[in-house]
């Protein structure tokens, strides 16, 4: 009965396809962590994967948007004021502006 729940309401899909593809990523670099030789190593993986994938989830072209963190942050005073950094996440109004789409 609970199973034939997506009859009923149109909004839910019949298989997890979109989810399973969601994390794709994530189980592709958790293989690819397992020869990080140091934990930095695997940190900066950790870090750069979250940056990426948040960045796809707010419709961002990934590398206009790496671009632009590297010409950008090196300038931000970010380890005296870390409140500036909130300027150049995915959701911040400048960076979706030059950032978004393909």
Not at 48 to 76: C, D, M, R
């Amino acid at each position: 009965k609970e199973l034939m729940a997506f009859l009923k309401d149109g909004r839910l899909e019949a298989s997890n396809n979109r989810a399973e593809r969601a994390i794709k990523t994530v189980v592709i670099g958790r293989k690819n962590y397992l020869f990080s030789t140091s934990l930095s190593g695997a940190e900066a993986n950790a870090i750069i994967y979250s940056i990426i994938e948040t960045a796809k989830e707010h419709g961002l072209n990934i590398y206009k948007y790496l671009t632009y963190l590297f010409e950008h942050l090196p300038n931000v005073e970010f380890l005296m004021k870390p409140k500036l950094l909130e300027d150049f996440l995915p959701w911040a109004k400048k960076v979706q502006e030059y950032c978004k789409g393909i």
